[in-house]
């Protein structure tokens, strides 16, 4: 059954456990159903593998966690844009909604690069001393 049928909340939540339901429900959604969330939690879960492996350094440990958790918070970003603009459009094409979902693409790709970069930086030098 579709989120959406089954939660018909639309007033403020009545606690906090309930807050903290819902933004779980969220989180199990976007994993459900975005591939390419699943791909980012990979990539992240291959990076803090790597890092235990090499013994990081604090600082490297927080670049690492920084980046991993950025991309997935600007995919789950992108996914809500994504969702708003089919719900407005009724999932029919228009130039604006075509837009705005590419530019929350483009976040994403912008977060990954970055995120790819720090990852060089990182363990280049540590793969280059292995060799």
Partial sequence: MPMDLKD?????NKSFI???KHAFRGIVTVFKEERNMRSHLLSAVLSLVLCWLFHVSTVEWFMILF????VIIIEVLNTVVENIVDLVT?????????K??????AAVLIAASFSLLIGCIVFLPKLIELF
């Fill in 67 to 70: 980046c991993c958790f950025l």
């Fill in 8 to 12: 018909k909340q639309v007033g403020k």
């Fill in 90 to 98: 009724g999932c029919s094409y228009h130039p604006i909604a075509k």
């Fill in 18 to 20: 309930a807050s903290l």
């Fill in 100 to 105: 705005a979902k590419d530019m929350a693409a």
